[in-house]
């Protein structure tokens, strides 16, 4: 097991029906910034039940946060929080709004030049504005970590940026949200979550014994409740449990003490920039292709994922190697999801080379658990994920 | 899955000789009070490494505190805390250390009338005394939690206390100090977290897919990391696998949203209050008992256990059942613990009736995760624990 050092501060309220008491989580005398996103909590009820449940404190609205938070849109908001000298970020929405929110509550107490650099740069935000969620789609963890992608539309980029002041003060998780998602973003939060994992599984082995079943354990539950909410969203033991594993997947706990690879959101990122896919699905889209290519180096996990996720008991370590990534792609088959990218837009060619010299021109030379995928790797990864 | 509310801050340090960079954790000009216990950090060299990390600091020191952290020793050390106005506690030892430490970080800011009141009227902290860990022996997970267990000699009484105040702001750690545990302290350490994992395990279904399969994880490790941390105490990896799983055992992750028992907790207590049988082994004696005691109620759970865990996959679901307790009661054994009552003393008889009285002396009427483990029912499990 590696060192690690681990602190996740978050309150998370895990329960149906309790936004009402949402006004207790904040802050006295805030001065509060509601962020949302393309208004769907209007149309569900979340908004006015959070309106009601916050109509003591001073609020200002900022909506239309896209999938993808879009960086000018979010120089709007911060217009905002400087103007109306706001205290308290309150983010409703799923990872895009959580990630905008975790963006403005760096920028806000930025002392740098541009708050682009915080995210070019990459620059840790020790102390952000306080902020709180409600988290209305399960899927990227963001309500229980300090992480966000931003997505710059001018340039065509997506980076990321975080720090130990960016995680949540509290986040309300009510399963009860579930049920007004449509199907194609379940499918998207059952996929990410599930690569998540993998990013900080499918690696080599530390014998971190621990944090391997953990991991698998998030993998075999998502993969066990997958059908039942498919099928019915308003399932509510189908949507707890789907709703606790996301944010499982991406709370830090897991990636403790291991190593953890993460190139398949550095490609899949460049895939959202280039062609707006779905973050999700640009993930499923270099999965397979990843793990294929460098078969090598992470066989001996595939190995170990195909016996204990799918149960895969027969073969050599290299045979149920790549019948654990069969098995991964045939998951995200399962759940509606294309796993290739000219299955998304018929613009593809090219893309390897695009995304091989971003990489090289951002000095991104060498990805992956052992710094070793360079920008000819991920262009060979890229290709064959056509 | 039940409802429930999570927040755990403690920042944990996990690594190798880490002690140096102690003094970074603690607050600037603090005055510490250094806590340990019967002075084996003396001898293996953690005192001396502690006591220079932290020659910055203005320093006063108490150890002895014993095993079962007695109030009397308590409160002595809380007379020097008040004389010598101290800011912060480092407490360097197992869960006893730790466990006094949270008394004390509790009884430092308690503006009731006597400290004792906080145990004999279970008063919740919420605010205490801020304190940091150095682990020295993994056990009982009171690095990473916020509750505590306290024993008066005077009258035979063990007591747990707790509160969201009592979280210890750092925990250092360190695998390398297993090396110098004695044998007896490590098969306690496995068979005391084993215990924590059971207490929220094996109850009745409510669904939580996640939280059963991360429970079995950490029991699936602690059976796997057994036989090679008793074989050489020196075994890094082994060891490192052993104290995050006795963490994880009991920082609260896995009993979220999942009913809990810890029944077996509160008779074990008062076998250490009567006999000063160490904890561990008094939950192991038990344990058994216990599960074959309440089978009706508890059959799908220890089925499921016995299945995963232990991998039994024939039979009717009391059969497994019963193979689980079996397989539990051996594992037990196979760490050197006697899982009798009679094994430890021969004074055991009318044991069951006291603590009967006892139970139904304090009010404790219906005890585990229906609360229908009446005083009768502890008598006879108690009885079939001789």
Redesign the interface.
């Known amino acids: 097991?590696n060192?690690?050092?681990?602190?996740?501060?978050?309150?998370?309220?895990?329960?149906?029906g309790?936004i009402e008491n949402l006004s207790k989580e904040i802050p006295e005398n805030a001065k509060v910034l509601l962020l949302y996103g393309g208004g769907s909590i209007k149309s569900n009820g979340i908004y006015n039940q959070i309106k009601k449940a916050i109509s003591s404190f001073d609020i200002v609205e900022f909506g239309g946060i896209p999938a993808n938070p879009e960086y000018a849109v979010l120089i709007d908001a911060l217009k905002i929080i400087k103007d109306k000298n706001i205290t308290f970020l309150l983010a409703v929405g799923g990872g895009s709004v959580i990630d905008g929110t975790k963006f403005l509550a760096a920028a806000a107490l930025f002392d740098g030049n541009s708050p682009w650099d915080i995210l070019s740069k990459n620059i840790r935000t020790q102390k952000g504005m306080p902020f709180g969620t409600v988290l209305t789609l399960p899927a990227t963890g963001s309500e229980m970590n300090s992480g966000a992608a931003i997505t710059r539309r001018e340039t065509k980029e997506k980076l990321v940026m975080g720090g130990p002041g960016l995680f949540p003060v509290f986040s309300i998780l009510d399963?009860e949200v579930v049920k007004s998602i449509p199907q194609h973003q379940i499918s998207n939060g059952l996929a990410d979550a599930f690569t998540h994992v993998l990013e900080q599984y499918m690696t080599y082995s530390v014998?971190?014994?621990?944090?391997d079943?953990?991991a698998?354990?998030?993998m075999?539950?998502l993969v066990?409740?997958a059908p039942a909410i498919l099928k019915d969203t308003s399932d509510y033991?189908a949507s707890?449990?789907f709703m606790?594993?996301c944010t499982?997947a991406l709370n830090g706990?897991i990636q403790?003490?291991v190593p953890s690879d993460w190139a398949i959101h550095m490609m899949g990122h460049e895939l959202t920039a280039l062609f707006r896919i779905d973050h999700a699905r640009t993930l499923v889209i270099i999965a397979g292709s990843h793990y294929t290519y460098n078969l090598a180096t992470k066989k001996e996990k595939l190995a170990q994922y195909a016996t204990r996720v799918w149960n895969v008991s027969e073969g050599s370590v290299e045979e149920k190697a790549l019948i654990g990534i069969k098995k991964t792609t045939e998951f995200f088959q399962s759940l509606g999801i294309k796993t290739r990218l000219s299955e998304y837009t018929d613009d593809y060619k090219g893309t390897a080379q695009i995304i091989s010299k971003r990489f090289t021109e951002r000095g991104w030379l060498g990805l992956g658990e052992h710094g070793k995928v360079t920008p000819s790797d991920v262009e060979k990864i890229v290709e064959m994920s056509y």
């Open positions: 097991m060192n690690f050092q681990f602190k996740n501060p978050t309150k998370i309220l895990f329960r149906k309790q399963p014998d971190a014994k621990l944090q079943r953990l698998e354990s998030v075999q539950t066990e409740v033991k707890s449990n606790w594993s499982l706990l403790q003490g």
